[in-house]
Every structure is written in structure tokens, then in C-alpha cells.
């Protein structure tokens, strides 16, 4: 893969980070390749923002190092390279979109022209309007220009499509292809793994502030492939778990909920064991199920 | 950063600071017209009743040094704390943005509405009231008034670093009224219980207000140097605190720009 021969732009290294007593992070590795759109992918906790905030120095470093282009990542020369989209619940709402801009530009030496930044983030008509009269995705939009202000060669989105309609969200998506297309590079943390699948040229998952997994999309998506089965049965769970494909077996309510690679050979198996088994349903893992598997994986 | 870009940005910041205030009617209308009703009530309906123009000249200094304590009250403490609970503060420390700029910005806002009610007020006096100064008075008036932002910027910027954004609103209201009434912004101190008194030789804004009555010669006849030096040991007091309170919560406006 061409990204892996890529020189690193930013990384973590071995960062453990608390919230009093809370543990965020532990010992979390991370590597951002020059040219990649790399998508750091966990469920809701799992760590993500810490891991940005402390790559965009807005949180202090507690355990390990963290260094954007091989400084300090809140230094003023890293500042000036980078562009970040967080999630925040809102600036000025008496400015309008183009004051929002002007200001932003002005931070940066050489910045995008103001125009190209409306067109970027698709806000051309809504130049004149103050950013308190915006709706939920019109605002989302304002903050990806706002990120792009200093035409940045390193672009952080904190969960950038939270709130978007499908269309919108699309439409973002291609701003970051394009990005990519000529040559920055993204970090893009997102909880949903068909985004991920979409931009990403490399994943890292986070689950309780550790990397579980690390590859492509497509490598990732291999791994999480399990289909989860929900039935009434007497057969105990234990008896379930050490079937063939059998990732994670357990009891929840009255059901037996078992996450399987293999959901034929499993299904086969429990109308065998127990022909008064009910309430059988097979489905597709969700992202907590898929998380669970890669846990399930490393450890 | 070149120096043309740093005093680009200050001056932006310091643009829009004032422009989302003004475009803020909740603080904009408030600061701006309540000194002023104050004025016109006490100074001119109520004051020139009477033979002399003693009140209506009194309380100009004094309902001034009100004009200015709100706007920098609120735009520091509430404006700040409210900032940084939205995220705003968080965003801007991720770009180049000096930390200078900002808090630039937010006096300048101050010392704008500042100006502007001591306008009103003045224009008031003069005309409606006929306050009657010497020219020199007028500009000393004004400068003791305005230069009131400094202390009064300190103690919001106190109060924005140790407050949240919600809480900041009535930690500021808490302060400002009974600041306002104990330091004899409303009434003359000499009105009160001695205890009263006492607490009022603690307040930034009765050695304000003194200052500003001593250009028009109807201060508590204290000495300059005395309120003078108050007034900076307290600001530097209110700075502690805020770079206190910086400190415990996120290290931003404390950092340096290397």
C-alpha cells in the first residue's frame, strides 16, 4: 500500500490519558501518514476526541508523546499547518457566515480566498446569514470552511457529518476525496464504519481507549463481519461459545444473543441441540457487535 | 507572525467582538439604556428640583462609573464563560489566533459600550440637566471613566475563568448590583451605616467613583495615591485569579506563543 511507505505527519505514542479518575486513553498508539485520510473509528467514549484534542494540543499531554509535524502539537508553526472541525456547540451567533470567514483567513498567512471557501463548503448562498439563523447542517458546514480557512496541509474532523442529511453528508464526503486528491492529509474520527469504509485509506479502532485493530476498510470490515443470533433456548451460552465461528456467546433478558462468522453452521447446530428453541433471528452485527469481536480478538 | 498580520487579527477580533455585541439586544440594550434611565431620573427629573446642580453633577461621575462596570462585567465574565462552554475558545486555540487578540478584543468591546454610555451621559447632563464643567473637566471626567475598564475587565476576567458559562451570568449579577449600590454608585456613601462604609473602602468601584468625583471636586477628600494604589493591587489581584482559574481548567490564554 502506497500510504504505508508515506512519512508519519503526527502520531501518538504509547498516551494514556485521565479524566480524574477515569481512564481515557491507555497506552494508545497512532500514526497519521502524509497523503492519507485516516479514520480513527470507535463507538461513542471509546476515545477519539481525546486522542484529537491531544494531537491539536488542546489538551496537555499526561503519559507518552504526542508530535505534529515533529513538534509540539500546540506550537505556533504546527498551528499555522493545520485545520480542525470539533465538535463544539456553536460560535458567534450574531456574525454572519462571510464575518466567520474573513476573521478565520485572517489567522492564517496564506489562507483560502473567502469565495473558495463558500464554494468549498457549498455556503455561497448563505454568505449574508448569521450563523445563529443557520439549520443544524448548514452550521456543520460553516465549521468545515472554518477548518479550511488556512488551506492546511493537515485537517482534523471530529465526527464532521454529525446532524447531516444523507445528501449533505455526501457532499462532504467528496470535499474530502477532493482533499485528499491533492495531497493533504485527514484525520477523521467517526463512529460510523460506512463512513469510514467510504474516505478512509487506513482505519485505526479505538475501544476503551486502546487500538484494538489497524488496515484498510476493507480489512476491518473482514473482521467484522459476524452475523449475531437471538433465540429462546435452554441451551447454556457456554455450550454455544465453543462452537465453530462462535465469537462471543451470552444471556441477555430470557434470549441467547451469540455473534458467529459462521451463522449457518451455528443455526444448524441449535435447531439440532434444541428442538424447542423460539424466537430465532439472525442479523447483521451492528458496530457494538463488530467492536466486541475485535476485543474479543486481541485479547 | 509578522507584525502586520498580529495587528490584523487584533484589530478583527476587536471588530466582530463589538459588532456580535452590539448585534445582541439581551446586552446591548440593557448596558446601554440603564445608566442612562438612571440618569435622566435621578439627574435630571429628580436632581434639578433643587437650587444647586450638586446631584445632577454628582451623580454623573458616579452613574459613569456604573455605565462602565457593566459592559466590562458582562462582556468579560459572562461573554468568556460562555465562550468557553460553547467551544468557541477551544476552536480559536487550535488556530494561529495570538491569545492577545482575544482578550484585546473583549476590552475594546468594553471600552467601546463604555464610551458610548459616557457619551449619553454627558451629552444628558449637559443639555437636559445643565451641568455646567470646565472643558478640562469634561476630558479628565471622561478619561478617569474609561480608564475604570482596566480594574473592572480584571474582575470579569476573574469571574469568566472560575465560572461556567451559565453560572457566570448571575456570579456577574451577584457582583455588579450590590458592588454598584455598596460602593455608592446610587447613593452617597456617607448615607450609610458605618459597617456599610467600611465594606465600600473594599470595593474597586468606590475608589473609581472617587477618582471620578475628584475631578469634579465632590469626593470623600481621600488621597489620590491611596485609591490609585487600591485600584492596581486589586487588578492584579483579579489577574491571579483569572490566570488561576486558566490554569485549573484548560491552560488556554496562559499559553506561550512560541
Given amino acids: 500500500m502506497q500510504a504505508a511507505r508515506s512519512p508519519t505527519l503526527a502520531s501518538l505514542s504509547r498516551v494514556t490519558h485521565r479524566y480524574g479518575p477515569v481512564l481515557a486513553l491507555e497506552g494508545l498508539d497512532l500514526e497519521v501518514r502524509r497523503g492519507e485520510v485516516l479514520g480513527v473509528l470507535g463507538p461513542n467514549g471509546a476515545g477519539k476526541t481525546t486522542a484529537i484534542s491531544l494531537l491539536l494540543g488542546s489538551l496537555q499531554v499526561q503519559e507518552g508523546v504526542a508530535s505534529v509535524f515533529g513538534s509540539a502539537p500546540g506550537a505556533a508553526e504546527v498551528r499555522v499547518r493545520r485545520g480542525a472541525m470539533l465538535q463544539i456547540s456553536g460560535i458567534s451567533a450574531n456574525l454572519t457566515v462571510r464575518e466567520h470567514i474573513e476573521l478565520f483567513r485572517a489567522y492564517y498567512p496564506a489562507p483560502f480566498s473567502a469565495s473558495r471557501l463558500l464554494a468549498l463548503a457549498g455556503l455561497e448562498d448563505l454568505a449574508r446569514r448569521r450563523y445563529g439563523k443557520l439549520s443544524g447542517g448548514q452550521k456543520q458546514r460553516v465549521m468545515f470552511a472554518l477548518a479550511l480557512a488556512g488551506d492546511p496541509e493537515l485537517l482534523f474532523l471530529d465526527e464532521p457529518t454529525t446532524g447531516l442529511d444523507v445528501d449533505a453528508r455526501h457532499r462532504l464526503w467528496n470535499e474530502i476525496r477532493a482533499l485528499r486528491e491533492s495531497g493533504r492529509t485527514t484525520v477523521l474520527t467517526t463512529h460510523n464504519l460506512d463512513e469510514a469504509d467510504a474516505l478512509a485509506d487506513r482505519v485505526v479502532v479505538i475501544h476503551n481507549g486502546r487500538r484494538i485493530a489497524e488496515g484498510t476498510p476493507a480489512e476491518i470490515k473482514s473482521r467484522t463481519a459476524g452475523r449475531l443470533a437471538r433465540c429462546v433456548t435452554r441451551i447454556a451460552p457456554d455450550a454455544v461459545a465453543s462452537l465453530p465461528g462462535v465469537v462471543e456467546a451470552r444471556t441477555r433478558g430470557q434470549h441467547l444473543e451469540a455473534l458467529t462468522t459462521q451463522p449457518e453452521v451455528l443455526v444448524r447446530e441449535l435447531l439440532v441441540r434444541d428442538e424447542a428453541l423460539a424466537d430465532l433471528t439472525v442479523v447483521a452485527a451492528g458496530l457494538e457487535e463488530a467492536f466486541l469481536a475485535l476485543t474479543r480478538d486481541t485479547t | ?258
Avoid at chain 2, 465574565?77 to 487578540?101: H, I, Y
Avoid at chain 2, 456613601?189 to 473602602?201: E, G, K, S, T
Wanted: charged fraction near 10%; include cysteine.
Fill in chain 2, 1 to 258: 507572525m509578522t507584525p502586520g498580520r498580529r495587528f490584523r487579527i487584533y484589530l478583527l477580533e476587536a471588530r466582530f467582538q463589538v459588532l456580535e455585541v452590539l448585534r445582541e439586544p439581551m446586552f446591548a440594550i440593557p448596558t446601554l439604556t440603564f445608566p442612562l434611565i438612571l440618569y435622566l431620573f435621578f439627574g435630571v427629573i429628580m436632581g434639578t428640583r433643587g437650587v444647586s446642580l450638586a446631584v445632577p453633577t454628582y451623580v454623573l461621575a458616579t452613574y459613569g462609573v456604573f455605565g462602565v462596570l457593566g459592559p466590562a462585567l458582562f462582556g468579560f465574565g459572562a461573554g468568556l464563560a460562555n465562550e468557553r462552554d460553547t467551544g468557541v475558545l477551544l476552536l480559536k486555540q487550535t488556530t494561529p489566533m495570538p491569545a492577545g487578540a482575544y482578550l484585546f478584543a473583549k476590552v475594546m468591546a468594553a471600552l467601546i459600550f463604555g464610551a458610548i454610555v459616557v457619551a449619553a451621559l454627558f451629552l444628558t447632563a449637559a443639555h437636559a440637566a445643565g451641568v455646567a464643567l470646565y472643558r478640562w473637566q469634561w476630558f479628565a471626567l471622561a478619561g478617569v471613566l474609561l480608564a475604570g475598564v482596566i480594574p473592572f475587565c480584571a474582575l470579569g476576567l476573574a469571574i469568566g475563568a472560575w465560572a461556567g458559562g451559565r453560572s457566570a451570568v448571575a456570579v456577574v449579577n451577584l457582583v455588579f448590583l450590590p458592588m454598584a449600590m455598596l460602593a455608592g454608585l446610587w447613593l452617597p456613601i456617607y448615607m450609610f451605616p458605618d459597617v456599610m462604609q467600611d465594606i465600600a473602602l473594599a470595593l474597586p468601584a468606590y475608589h473609581h467613583a472617587q477618582l471620578a468625583l475628584k475631578v469634579i471636586a465632590m469626593d470623600a477628600g481621600q488621597s489620590v495615591p491611596m485609591h490609585l494604589a487600591v485600584l492596581v493591587a486589586e487588578t492584579l489581584v483579579f489577574l491571579g485569579l483569572a490566570a488561576l482559574g486558566f490554569r485549573r481548567a484548560d491552560g488556554f490564554l496562559m499559553r506561550r506563543s512560541r
